[in-house]
């Protein structure tokens, strides 16, 4: 199976700063990884995916990155807003399309 | 755009009754996840289909079955509720297999009293 481990349960960042949020993997096997954010009593929500053979990975005010070498992957939010509190989840895949999710980080803006 | 449909939303029960929840993939999505979501925890993988077969199966309790129909919506069935299995129960769906993003239905809150 997949060990998933954040660096932080939580971080409180002011709004307008920038975020990182941390995940290390186990199975260097795994290909392909994505980023959900889970606010409260919703379902997971896509933030950025990544696969193996790239090291970084742009979108709207996200940033992942991804070092195979120490299996890590880091999430960066910047200008956080107060509408990124959530839970943030790393999910790698290895293999079939089964996500397993790590313990997530909860992630609070302060205004 | 349509999204994974999950219903009910809420339900209680009673230890040792059944329930059963439903999940309704997005259109032309022919695979479906179910996570199991405890308080305070992460979500759970326990079991997949993809076109109506079962793909893949995670901790999923054997007093636990489900399975996904010629339409491709899926059911997790639960028999013999126990206390432990008050959670949020996501469904969640994908293009095939090994495509990338899973889309999340917005979960079933079950409660065992």
């Known amino acids: 199976g997949e060990s998933v481990g954040l660096h932080l349960p939580t971080l409180s960042v002011q709004e307008g700063d920038n975020s990182i949020i941390n995940c290390a993997y186990s199975?260097?096997?795994?290909?392909?990884f994505i980023w959900y954010k889970q606010e409260s009593g919703k379902g997971p929500q896509f933030i950025i995916d990544?696969?193996?053979?790239?090291d970084k990975r742009q979108g709207q005010r996200v940033t992942v990155l991804l070092n195979k070498t120490v299996k890590h992957l880091s999430l960066q939010i910047a200008a956080t807003q107060p509408g990124d509190s959530a839970v943030y989840f790393c999910?790698?895949?290895?293999?079939?399309?089964?996500?397993?999710f790590g313990t997530g980080t909860r992630l609070t803006v302060i205004p | 755009a349509a999204g994974v449909i999950q219903s009910p939303r809420h339900l209680i029960k009673e230890k040792r009754e059944t329930a059963t929840l439903k999940c309704y993939p997005i259109?032309?999505?022919?695979?479906v996840y179910w996570y199991q979501q405890g308080p305070g925890q992460d979500p759970q993988f326990l079991i997949s289909?993809?076109?109506?077969?079962?793909?893949d199966k995670g901790s999923i309790p054997d007093r636990f079955s489900a399975q996904q129909f010629s339409d491709y919506h899926s059911e997790l069935n639960m028999s013999s509720l126990e206390l432990g299995d008050s959670a949020l129960y996501f469904c969640?769906?994908?293009?095939?297999?090994?495509?990338?993003?899973?889309?999340f239905g917005e979960g079933s809150r079950l409660t065992v009293l």
């Open positions: 289909f993809y076109e109506k077969m079962q793909s």
């Open positions: 969640a769906s994908s293009a095939g297999q090994n495509t990338g993003e899973l889309f």
């Open positions: 259109p032309r999505h022919d695979t």
């Open positions: 990544i696969r193996s053979n790239m």
């Open positions: 999910a790698p895949r290895t293999g079939a399309n089964n996500l397993f």
């Open positions: 199975n260097s096997a795994s290909d392909y």
